[in-house]
């Protein structure tokens, strides 16, 4: 919710630099060395755990900026304001409408929703990336292979200055497989991505 709260509008470069730096504190906790580092624009947050004997590199792909917003649109709640739906919200409607998040340790509905400005495209992802590092350590597993992170500050914007930072990164960056987390479910609702 707190990630939710800082707007990242992509021309808004005082609180995207705010949404990188958070991301980084948030990589951190989690045992991902992590660096904000500046590009002609927007900065690209990049996180890397390395574990000596790995054979595979995973890159992880996702952005932390987002589109203009009008806030009249938004009749029910405010864009930098997150809000919690017990569902989906339905076609063309407000509804349902906002509720009180449960206290912890009330168990969560699956169907439930957080609701507010760039929580699917792409703030999400990042979240999810982060949960599942929490996961790994949290159940005792131990990684077989080094993870790369790269979250950037401009996709909504045209990533005018992604291809030179990748560029002049590439060693740094290189990775065997890229997984690029953008956005929400895809509209047909099958994965994206198969075994």
Known sequence: MEFLSIPNVSSDRKNVRKNAEFIKQMMEKRGIKANVMETGGNPVVYGEVIVPSATWTLGFY?????????????????????????????????????????????????YWRIYARSASDDKAAI????????????????????LKFIFEGEEEAGSTNLRPFLEKHRSLLESDVLFMCDGPVYYSGNHSLRP
């Open 62 to 110: 996702a952005h932390y900026d987002g589109q203009p917003v009008n806030p009249t649109e938004w009749t029910d709640s405010k864009p930098f304001e997150p809000v919690f739906r017990p569902g989906k919200l339905d076609a063309g409607t407000y509804f349902p409408k906002p509720i009180q998040l449960p206290s912890l340790p009330e168990p969560f509905n699956d």
């Open 127 to 146: 979240i999810a990336l982060l949960s599942a590092v929490n996961a790994i350590k949290s159940a005792g597993f131990s990684l077989d292979n080094n």
